[in-house]
């Protein structure tokens, strides 16, 4: 199953790390010089949620802005009831 948010379909993306050497012109340099370009990974905040969905209690995958924007609907937690 992949890293993707079942609600916004959030998933890794990729890009570019590029490192530098040299002093700012702005700081008395001659400029800065780019010496590598590597390349990375931006992942998404996935986590492994249970939640309502269809009527149905399922684990799903979804971001966590997902969760703080309230499009996951999580299951009513019974309280125990104590042996007598």
């Not at 370009?37 to 996935?46: D, G, L, S, V």
Request: charged residues 25%; positive net charge.
């Amino acid at each position: 199953m992949p890293r993707v948010c079942y609600f916004t379909g959030k998933k890794t993306t990729f890009g570019n790390q590029k490192t530098h050497r040299g002093k700012a012109k702005y700081l008395g340099g001659v400029g800065t010089k780019t010496t590598g370009i590597t390349a990375r990974k931006f992942k998404a905040n996935i986590q492994k949620v249970r939640a309502v969905v269809n009527g149905r209690i399922v684990r799903i995958k979804v971001s966590a802005k997902a969760i703080r924007n309230g499009m996951v609907v999580k299951p009513v937690r019974r309280k125990q009831q104590k042996a007598a």
